[in-house]
């Protein structure tokens, strides 16, 4: 069984001319790296990897140093795909000016033409994107006194302003039956409303709802009927089909009665509701373009992490990812990512990562990904 990956050993950036381009390994007929070559105590490791490590460590200029020196040597610059990492490092950085210097030398030596640059708002540094604070973030704080009630109220007129919604659960301690009844109906109203909502402190939040209920145990159910409502919604909301069936189990086993039913939800990023048919109809090869991954892939990623497994669950041969969108997966995260990927290959099911950009695409197979993914990279220029 194949285990997580380990941490390649990094080089400093190349302080001469001669440092990156000392070593040149040959590639494989198939245009990737011998297993010696990639091996952490190899002292020929390939300059693209290398700067591909250096870019998900956030060390964006030492990674722009290591290719411009190595395409300072003939297999550098013979090879397309340093040249087209490159290009992918100044449109994630959005450094435009060096973009098209670089896109004049390209026509130059391959006549063809370069890589198009997309706008700003399409492709930004992901230092900005990662680290900007979300608007529509809102954190559920109690009053003075404990209270929720009036709290609750903000939150839904928040919410309804600003379209969608992340909320913060942490700062909860304690939540009265009432309280949690008036919350339930409230994600239900702004759900009916197809109102997108995310969750910070899920975890901990719902572990708190039942041991409330487990205090209630043998009391009527309108003693403990708002953190059973809160809890199914939640559940919905985020998609927990299985916490869902066993609550509702525990639900109808206790009082005899049936639970609420349970609802699709589908956030954005994943495939719109107008479009269902289309996506199921995508496993008989019939253009599923697959789960978009956007922004970067971070330590704090679990909502992305829970959103591919539970769009691998539906899925049941080939599981479609569409990386178009995702800027950089952070280095402290690549094992984590790697694990999420290889649970669903273990689980006898294909999957394909498609529209890789460069640097990604190379991190990935410094990591082994390519024993339990497919990786496509974006079509070059």
């Given at each position: 069984?194949?285990?997580?990956?380990?941490?390649?050993?990094?080089?400093?950036?190349?302080?001469?001319?001669?440092?990156a381009?000392?070593?040149?390994?040959?590639?494989?007929?198939?245009?990737?790296?011998?297993?010696?070559?990639?091996?952490?105590?190899?002292?020929?490791?390939?300059?693209?990897?290398?700067?591909?490590?250096?870019?998900?460590?956030?060390?964006?200029?030492?990674?722009?140093?290591?290719?411009?020196?190595?395409?300072?040597?003939?297999?550098?610059?013979?090879?397309?795909?340093?040249?087209?990492?490159?290009?992918?490092?100044?449109?994630?950085?959005?450094?435009?000016?060096?973009?098209?210097?670089?896109?004049?030398?390209?026509?130059?030596?391959?006549?063809?033409?370069?890589?198009?640059?997309?706008?700003?708002?399409?492709?930004?540094?992901?230092?900005?994107?990662?680290?900007?604070?979300?608007?529509?973030?809102?954190?559920?704080?109690?009053?003075?006194?404990?209270?929720?009630?009036?709290?609750?109220?903000?939150?839904?007129?928040?919410?309804?302003?600003?379209g969608?919604?992340?909320?913060?659960f942490?700062?909860?301690?304690?939540?009265?039956?009432?309280?949690?009844?008036?919350?339930?109906?409230?994600?239900?109203?702004?759900?009916?409303?197809?109102?997108?909502?995310?969750?910070?402190?899920?975890?901990?939040?719902?572990?708190?709802?039942?041991?409330?209920?487990?205090?209630?145990?043998?009391?009527?159910?309108?003693?403990?009927?708002?953190?059973?409502?809160?809890?199914?919604?939640?559940?919905?909301?985020?998609?927990?089909?299985?916490?869902?069936?066993?609550?509702?189990?525990?639900?109808?086993?206790?009082?005899?009665?049936?639970p609420?039913?349970?609802?699709?939800?589908?956030?954005?990023g994943?495939?719109?509701?107008?479009?269902?048919?289309?996506?199921?109809?995508?496993?008989?090869?019939?253009?599923?373009?697959?789960?978009?991954?956007?922004?970067?892939?971070?330590?704090?990623?679990?909502?992305?992490?829970?959103?591919?497994?539970?769009?691998a669950?539906?899925?049941?041969?080939?599981?479609?990812?569409?990386?178009?969108?995702?800027?950089?997966?952070?280095?402290?995260?690549?094992?984590?990512?790697?694990?999420?990927?290889?649970?669903?290959?273990?689980?006898q099911?294909?999957?394909?990562?498609?529209?890789?950009?460069?640097?990604?695409?190379?991190?990935?197979?410094?990591?082994?990904?390519?024993?339990?993914?497919?990786?496509?990279?974006?079509?070059?220029?």
């Amino acid at each position: 069984m194949a285990t997580a990956p380990s941490k390649p050993s990094m080089r400093p950036a190349p302080a001469a001319p001669a440092a990156a381009g000392a070593a040149k390994p040959a590639m494989t007929a198939s245009g990737t790296f011998t297993a010696d070559q990639l091996s952490p105590d190899s002292t020929a490791f390939p300059p693209l990897y290398e700067a591909a490590i250096l870019y998900s460590a956030d060390c964006y200029d030492a990674a722009e140093l290591v290719l411009k020196e190595n395409l300072r040597t003939k297999e550098g610059k013979d090879s397309l795909r340093v040249w087209l990492m490159l290009f992918d490092l100044y449109q994630l950085t959005n450094n435009r000016k060096e973009f098209d210097a670089l896109s004049m030398l390209f026509t130059v030596k391959f006549e063809r033409s370069p890589p198009v640059w997309t706008s700003a708002s399409e492709s930004a540094d992901p230092r900005r994107k990662e680290k900007r604070e979300r608007k529509d973030f809102f954190p559920i704080s109690p009053s003075a006194d404990g209270g929720l009630l009036s709290e609750i109220d903000k939150f839904e007129a928040f919410a309804k302003e600003m379209g969608s919604c992340r909320i913060g659960f942490e700062k909860i301690l304690s939540i009265h039956n009432e309280e949690a009844e008036l919350l339930s109906l409230v994600f239900n109203r702004l759900r009916r409303m197809k109102l997108p909502m995310w969750f910070n402190g899920f975890a901990d939040f719902t572990a708190l709802l039942k041991k409330s209920i487990n205090d209630l145990s043998g009391q009527p159910v309108s003693s403990s009927q708002g953190y059973w409502s809160l809890l199914f919604e939640l559940y919905i909301l985020d998609r927990r089909h299985e916490e869902y069936d066993e609550l509702g189990l525990e639900y109808a086993v206790a009082f005899e009665m049936s639970p609420p039913p349970w609802e699709d939800v589908v956030r954005p990023g994943g495939a719109p509701e107008d479009k269902q048919a289309s996506v199921h109809a995508g496993e008989n090869g019939s253009g599923d373009a697959g789960l978009p991954l956007k922004g970067v892939f971070s330590a704090n990623s679990k909502d992305m992490v829970q959103q591919l497994a539970t769009y691998a669950a539906s899925k049941p041969q080939e599981v479609l990812v569409d990386m178009s969108g995702l800027l950089r997966i952070d280095f402290s995260a690549t094992s984590q990512f790697f694990e999420a990927v290889r649970a669903i290959h273990l689980a006898q099911k294909r999957v394909i990562l498609s529209n890789l950009n460069e640097l990604v695409a190379a991190q990935l197979e410094v990591f082994g990904m390519t024993k339990h993914a497919i990786l496509m990279r974006k079509k070059a220029a």
